[in-house]
């Protein structure tokens, strides 16, 4: 039999005193909280037969990943393609960063965006990735720890929707689960959304 289920799941609240933007620097774990953001998100599966696990090869989403290693007895398997959009703002602190003259030419053209990865790259390497995790799974559930960005636009790719977007629209919680399933051509149906995990603190996210 085929994989069941797909989910993609955030990873929890990062400590970031300084509430930088994080991107891909190192370094970046998760808060005590954001530890237990992640718990509850594996709770929301417990139920599931999750029997792939994969994850960003960044710290915060394989900390994110340990309950679910723990909870299935997996061991997560690291793809690059599901890590964070690489950003230009990365290590700076966005509300003083956009008020900078020197940075406004990062900002000319938001639907592509200039200011960073393209999203027409990240979602190919997300629907790849998501398949790719999908072909590998004799059965059960598969489930992929990414950031807010990725899973958001492999969403609005899946659902025929536009990808260029403000970062403020994205329904993409801390620990958040979004879930799929797959269609006999291959394509990928959204079929359920959910925040286990109680409101951390959003601050840092591409």
């Known amino acids: 039999m085929p994989a069941e289920r797909l989910h993609l799941v955030r990873h929890g609240e990062v400590h970031n005193p300084t509430r930088v933007l994080y991107e891909r620097i190192d370094g970046f774990g998760l808060s ?38 723990e909870q299935f007895g997996l061991t997560p398997v690291l793809d690059e393609r599901v890590v964070e959009p690489w950003n230009s703002f990365a290590g700076k602190r966005m509300k003083r960063a956009v008020l900078n003259p020197l940075n406004w030419r990062l900002l000319i053209d938001p639907s592509k965006p ?82 286990p995990a109680s409101a951390g603190v959003d601050l840092g996210a591409v």
């Open 32 to 69: 005590e909280a954001g530890r237990g953001m992640t718990r509850a998100a594996a709770g929301y599966l417990a139920d599931r037969p999750v029997t792939r696990l994969v994850c960003s090869p960044l710290q915060r989403t394989q900390e994110s990943a340990e309950p679910f290693a």
């Open 114 to 195: 200039s200011w960073g990865e393209p999203f027409a790259s990240i979602a190919a390497r997300m629907i790849d990735a998501m398949a790719d995790a999908w072909d590998e799974t004799d059965s059960g559930d598969v489930v992929i720890v990414s950031h807010q960005a990725p899973i958001w636009i492999a969403h609005l790719a899946i659902a025929g929707e536009k990808l260029a977007h403000s970062p403020t629209t994205r329904r993409c919680a801390l620990s958040s689960v979004t879930s799929f399933a797959r269609r006999a051509d291959g394509s990928f149906d959204e079929i359920g959304y959910a925040e």
